[in-house]
């Protein structure tokens, strides 16, 4: 089955600068790419997600890139601000058309903290 | 605009005690599913349902039951509780459709067994 790897575990950053988290996966099936953002004490939530036939996508200041060959895909934040301080989680499986569900495999999570 | 609503949201039990967390959606989803979230493990998922009337194992099934009552409640049950399964249990739902992966998760039941 999948597995993802995600690094770094913890991510400290000053306001204004980048961050990237990167991740790997095993399964070369996999097709979708989502990141979720989840804050201290509350529920995970979607930022960006990506398929395996686009390269890049950007939303404002976060995109995500992607690279099959190599199995990997990063999660860039530019501009960081304070609200930015969170964990996020990567995730990869092949999305099931005929079977209608997400059996999403998700990394261990990486703390962002963004310093004023 | 509920979304996913899960219950209850703390709950302490003694080793061997059964429970249920019970879970709901009102987004018409097809598909739902339980994860549990441990630190520095991410969200490992338990069973999901793929539709109404189905049910399957996840990564860490063991120690679990799960019922989809209908296409809105998706239950899980652990019927002798032991310590190793002290986490925080998120229901999530997705649409279960080509166009869309997101799946939507309900606040969190920390579960602590002493």
């Known amino acids: 089955g999948e597995n993802v790897e995600q690094h770094p575990s913890t991510l400290s950053v000053q306001e204004g600068d980048s961050a990237v988290i990167k991740c790997t996966y095993s399964d070369s099936a996999s097709n979708y790419f989502p990141w979720y953002k989840q804050e201290l004490g509350k529920r995970p939530q979607l930022i960006i997600d990506i398929r395996s036939n686009v390269g890049e996508k950007k939303d404002q200041r976060i995109a995500v890139t992607l690279n099959k060959t190599a199995k990997h895909f990063s999660l860039h934040i530019t501009e960081t601000q304070p609200e930015d301080s969170a964990v996020y989680f990567c995730a990869a499986f092949p999305v099931m058309f005929s079977g209608g569900y997400n059996k999403l495999i998700f990394g261990a999570g990486t703390r962002l903290a963004v310093h004023p | 605009n509920a979304g996913v609503t899960q219950t209850p949201k703390f709950q302490v039990l003694k080793t061997g005690q059964s429970m249920t967390l019970q879970c709901a959606q009102d987004?018409?989803?097809?598909?739902m599913y339980w994860y549990r979230q441990d630190p520095g493990m991410g969200l490992r998922l338990i069973y999901y349902s793929a539709s109404e009337g189905t049910t399957d194992k996840g990564e860490v099934p063991n120690g679990y039951n799960v019922s989809r009552l209908n296409k809105r409640e998706f239950s899980l049950r652990l019927e002798s509780a032991a310590p190793s399964q002290t986490s925080v249990y998120f229901c999530?739902?997705?649409?279960?459709?080509?166009?869309?992966?997101?799946?939507?998760f309900g606040e969190g039941s920390r579960l602590t067994v002493l």
């Open positions: 987004m018409n989803h097809n598909s």
């Open positions: 999530a739902s997705s649409a279960g459709t080509e166009n869309t992966g997101e799946l939507f």
